[in-house]
């Protein structure tokens, strides 16, 4: 085995990906924030201070603020200047209308991804759609989102 396809073995993964970079600490924080706030676990209408958001959070104050921006650009968190954060209210009628939206854009996307997929990306596809039906069943939103994120990367 030559040294070129070692270092070309390493730069995948089981399924023929290629590797992630490491996330930065506003993503994770984003990340983190997000989830929080599609899962309810903070409810909408929640008031929460910058100091609070960094405790749940685990990382410092620059990464919170920059996710607090992208958040409040999607209109998932109002941010109130000297007095903290709170969480958007939910809409239900835009809630189904974006589900609605994004049902027919994966379904192209995907059959679009695994055409162009190598056969060991497609085992990884299958096997990521598997652990997400495990997880809608067994009720856990938290690892299904995770792993449609993942699937998404």
Do not use: C, F, W
Request: net charge negative; charged share 30%; hydrophobic share 50%.
């Amino acid at each position: 085995m030559s040294l070129r396809s070692v270092l070309e073995a390493d730069a995948y993964d089981d399924h023929g990906a290629a590797p992630q970079p490491a996330l930065s600490l506003t993503e994770i924080a984003y990340r983190r924030l997000e989830e929080a706030i599609v899962t309810l676990s903070l409810r909408p209408g929640a008031v929460l201070t910058e100091a609070q958001l960094i405790d749940m959070v685990g990382v410092g104050r620059t990464p919170v603020r920059e996710a607090l921006i992208r958040l409040a650009q999607q209109g998932l968190v109002e941010v109130l200047p000297r007095k903290g954060v709170v969480v958007a209210g939910i809409n239900a009628i835009d809630i189904m209308a974006a589900l609605d939206a994004r049902e027919v854009l994966e379904r192209l996307i995907a059959g679009d991804a695994a055409r162009r997929a190598s056969p060991r990306e497609r085992i990884g596809i299958v096997e990521k759609a598997r652990a997400m039906r495990a997880a809608a069943l067994e009720g856990d939103a938290n690892a299904y989102m995770r792993l449609d994120k993942e699937l998404d990367a």
